[in-house]
Structure formats: C-alpha cells, structure tokens
C-alpha cells in the first residue's frame, strides 16, 4: 500500500490541503471527481467539487480519494457522510498513505464480476501421531533452500546448524510413536519446545519474546488442567526435562515439530553444549523455516500418501480487485491448509458472458475468524483480457501513460541494481 503518516503529519497535510486549495481526486466506482477543501474538523472535511457536481456519489459510499502534496503522491479511504450537488461532507480519515507501492488502483468489485478457481484437494489420512494445533501445512520454500534432492537438503541443513550447535538430527514418527515428555508435548502443541539455557528456568510465559511459537509452562499448566492433570505434576515434569539436559551437559536446546495437515510427522532437535554458543532466537527461526520447507520437499518427493485426490472448484469472495491483482476470502478450512504463499494458481474471472483466465500467484495470506484472505498477484493476463478488464474495473480505456505511472498518478519505484 505504502508508507503510513503519523497523526501530526497527517493534520500538517490536511491543514495544508485547505490552505493552499490543492485538488484532490475523488474515486468511487466507475467514477472520478476532483474537489476542495472547504472546511474541515477533527471528525468532519467538507469538500466543494471542482467544475462538476458530485452526482453518482452517494451517503455512506465508501470512497478513495489521491492527492499528490509537492509531488508526493498520497491516498486514504473514507465514508461519505453526507451529499448535496456541490458539497460533499466525509469522514475525516484514520490513516493517509504515501509512496504508493501498487501499480493499479484497488476498489470494490462491481455485483456482476465473479471469480473461480480449481485446487487439487488432497484427503490426507496418514500413519503419523496428531496434533491439536492450527497447521498450515507445506509451503513453497524460500530460494535460498535448494530442494531438488532430499540429500542435499539435509546436507544444507547439517552445514548450517553445524556452525551454531553442537549436534542436530531429524527424528521422524514413520515407524515409532512419541515416547519422551519432550516429544509429548511437541506433538501434542505442534509448538516449538525451546530451552535457552538448561541452567535457568523454564519459558514462563508467552511474554517471552516469541508469542504463539514456543511451548510455555503457562500453556502445559492449563493443557494439563483440560487433561485433569495437577500443576504440581506439570511442574515436575518439566524440571525433570531441564535436570535431564543439564546433567547430559547440554546448555540450550530446541525440539521443533515438523507439520503436515494435521499432523506431526516428526521433529528437529538441535542442542548445544558450549556456554558461548548457546541456541538463540535466530537459530530457532531458521529451523521454524526449514522444518517448513523440509515438509515441503517430502511432499514433493512422494514421502506421503496422496490417494483420494480429487480436482475442488472454489468460488470466491472478491473483496479488491485491480488490474495487477485481486483479494479475495473464503472460509474453507481445507482451502486454508492447501493455498500457501507462492503458490501458482489460474484465476477464472466471469464478468457477463466474458470469462477471463488470470495466471496468479498467493503473494498475501491472513486469517480473521472464520474467514481466510488470499492477495494474489497477476503473473499472467492476455493483452485483450487486460485491456477489456481495465475498462470494466475503472471505467474508461487503458492508455500508455497508465503504464507508465503508478496508482494515483505516482512514478513507479526506482529500479536497485
């Protein structure tokens, strides 16, 4: 989107667009209507429209609107609160952006455009102990993974945990259960139990630094209160998992779970027992990432049984569209662990008796209750679909210097090389 003022430069600015008569641009819909500010309050900005009317623009619209301050081009969304032909009374905006980051204006789709899609959808029952945590399930790796062989990315691994622990292994539960507290409780959180140091006490709580990642007493304590098991008896298992590292002279050390659907399919133990290398915050984001990709790569090397596969069509929520990308939101869970960020996907557009094929990829993901988003990033649109999408979502034909500006009329980012 871009970079958020803070509320003292935000008054600055509105101030300024008042004083100084600087236009703004007023987006809503299909339409597109310059105005003023003629008065304005910690609640209200009363606008006057420049050489037209505010006709199509309604109460309670929701409504964009760009401003380009001494050649810094900016934009917020308001409501409209009330409309007479010349003047039109806004909600004064929580947030104003600058240096726009999108190429392509985003609004409200329109009633009559839908969008649909094809997923395989995978019913997954495998011989492996579950887990009661949220999984994602396996995600595309970062670059800097190279899983083209199992082999080599263990190899990558052990070269790059053996510069910072004493040791580390992969423990898998193909042909054993969990057996260990340690394990127990890694399997049954789908949390990372993670020691800093084997001489101090145990993570007390998620004030720790690293919330919702890493297994505390707070959260064994009330799991074992849902289990009917005492705190007392908690607390002694989990000193007996610090006495039993420390007398194995181990300083620090981590058991991270590694996760597919609803399952633990094992887990990374790394430890260290040199005092001036002991298991950091860093090293347990790294594993956090690659026990993903590690489950991304079995997946991909046929590690797991894929039988009852079956073709799903979605169809979907749009809640922005332009003309380089789309949100959209859909509740199914099963959709939720099967849609990961950098994942390929064709997007079928419907907009009358035309239908566009979108080649996309997830580039945003993020959850709200029941509901999960997906942004999505146009990689790859026909020449024609674009341009007819363009007129459909904006209103008016697409030119050259629409490609050569950004959202807003801003100019596109400097190229780093």
Known sequence: ??????RLEME????????KKIPLSIHS????????????????????AIDSSWDGIDKEME??????????VMTFKTIVLGTSERVLKIKHPEEIYKNLKRQYERVRPHNEIKISFKLESKNVELDFPMTG?????????????????????????????????????IVMFRQRKPDTYAEEIVVRTGKVLFIPDSLSDFIENDDSGLPGRVITKQLLIEEGRERGIEPDLIEEKISFIMAEAAQKGIVSELYCPVLYHKYVIGYIHVYSTDKEKKITKDILDFITEFSKVLTYSLKMNGY?????????????????ISTSGVLFAHNSRELKTSLFIYTDIDIEFTIGHRKIIAGSQVMRKFNDKDM????????NVKPEDFRFLFD??????????????WEGGSLPPELKL
């Open 304 to 320: 797991f049984d894929n039988k009852g596969s079956k073709i799903q069509n979605y169809n979907a929520r749009i809640i922005d």
């Open 1 to 6: 989107m871009g970079t958020k003022l803070g």
């Open 372 to 379: 999960s988003y997906y942004g999505l990033q146009f990689m």
């Open 392 to 405: 459909y979502i904006y209103g008016r034909k697409y030119t050259v210097l629409d490609g050569q500006l």
């Open 29 to 48: 819909k299909k339409l597109k209507i310059d105005g003023l500010i003629s008065d304005y309050s910690n609640e209200i900005i009363t606008l006057e």
């Open 12 to 19: 600055f600015i509105i101030k300024s667009l008042s004083e």
């Open 133 to 169: 945590a949220e999984i994602e399930g396996a995600v595309n790796p970062p670059k800097e993974f190279d899983i083209s062989s199992i082999g080599d990315l263990m190899e990558d691994f052990r070269g790059k945990t053996g510069k910072v622990a004493t040791d580390s292994k």
């Open 63 to 72: 409504i964009n609107i760009f401003l380009s301050y001494f050649k810094h």
